[in-house]
């Protein structure tokens, strides 16, 4: 099992960015992927999930700023995030079961 996360960076508040999680080593459209995230000094915190059947889910601090997506045919998750905050700053990982990537940096800052 691999999960490979990008499309981190530093952007300044209000700007948008999407991250991606590409993965190989297991049947990707049968499997829910999450996206969750640890701020420094922080525990990790789930951020969102998308099932096999493509159902969302989201936690309340990125609801209706963050939208989570899949493309089966590339293997790859997606988490598309809007209007990013300072407080949304984190390194951020797709998992699957007990199975994480290395993670990407996001640092929201002006």
């Known amino acids: 099992v691999q999960l490979v996360e990008s499309g981190g960076g530093l952007v300044q508040p209000g700007a948008s960015l999407r991250l991606s999680c590409t993965t190989s080593?297991?049947?990707?459209?049968?499997?829910?992927i999450n996206w969750a995230r640890q701020a420094p000094r922080k525990g990790l915190e789930w951020v969102s999930t998308?099932?096999?059947?493509?159902?969302?889910f989201y936690s309340p601090s990125v609801k209706g700023r963050f939208t989570i997506s899949r493309d089966n045919a590339k293997a790859t998750v997606y988490l598309q995030m809007d209007s990013l905050a300072p407080e949304d700053t984190a390194v951020y990982y797709c998992?699957?079961?007990?199975?994480r990537g290395q993670g990407t940096q996001v640092t929201v800052s002006s």
């Open positions: 998308i099932s096999s059947d493509g159902t969302t």
């Open positions: 998992r699957r079961g007990p199975s």
């Open positions: 080593g297991f049947t990707f459209s049968d499997a829910t």
